[in-house]
């Protein structure tokens, strides 16, 4: 079974600190993307990378960046957190498609509540 | 660019009446694919359609494709309490290079 770990369900941090939130996967899969989701807009992506070093802007990237050094690792940065970034956060991978197109089933992680006072 | 909407954005239905929701893409897509996600979970993936006019069947939900590869919609029969959760469409477009997600329906089953 496709297993994708994140690193915390909850978080409560405060405005202007820098978060950090990981998420592992464990099944080899070349892409890997952060949303968030917000109650009435579901998931907006925030960003994917398709390979290690490499990353794309999603819908919603201002105010994150991303770090993939390792195939299995994908990082959300919150440089300087914002009371408008409370939301929830789902990590995903997925392998290359095979239908066509960048992206196969996804899996998701359990997600992490931020909250920021 | 790329947008998805679904409706109806919640349906409440007594338990054994059927439910539907409808996925619709502002272009046409390469594929479509449904997610599942309980109450307080994440979510799950249900199926893909990738055909014009596919339809495929899990048991009590009947997926299709439609013709143009512009529009979804997921049908329940006999809905059961466990069917409870926001299911969500997520179409990737044309070219290959978009995926959206829906807004979802969020469905609650009265016993």
């Known amino acids: 079974d496709v297993k994708v770990t994140q690193s915390s369900r909850y978080l409560v941090k405060r405005t202007g600190e820098k978060v950090f939130l990981e998420c592992v996967q464990d099944m080899d899969h070349e892409n890997m993307f952060w949303y968030r989701q917000d109650p009435g807009l579901g998931l907006r992506l925030i960003y994917f990378?398709?390979?290690?070093?490499?990353?794309e802007k999603g819908d919603i990237p201002e105010g994150y960046s991303v770090s993939r050094e390792k195939k299995e690792r994908f990082s959300l940065i919150l440089e300087s957190a914002s009371t408008n970034q409370t939301s929830m956060y789902l990590c995903a991978s997925s392998s290359y498609g095979t239908s066509g197109g960048y992206t196969d089933t996804q899996y998701f992680g359990p997600g992490t509540r931020l909250t920021v006072l | 660019g790329q947008q998805v909407m679904q409706i109806p954005q919640y349906q409440h239905v007594q338990e054994g009446e059927d439910f539907t929701t409808y996925c619709n893409s502002s272009t046409t897509l390469s594929n479509i694919q449904w997610y599942k996600q309980r109450p307080g979970g994440h979510p799950v993936f249900l199926i893909q359609?990738?055909?014009?006019?596919e339809v495929k069947k899990q048991k009590r939900l009947t997926f299709q494709f439609g013709e143009a590869k512009k529009n979804s919609s997921l049908h329940i029969t006999a809905t059961q309490t466990t069917d409870v959760g926001t299911y969500f469409c997520a179409g990737l477009d044309n070219y290959g290079q978009n995926f959206v997600f829906g807004p979802g329906t969020r469905l609650s089953v009265l016993p």
């Open positions: 990378s398709y390979d290690v070093k490499m990353k």
């Open positions: 359609l990738v055909k014009s006019g």
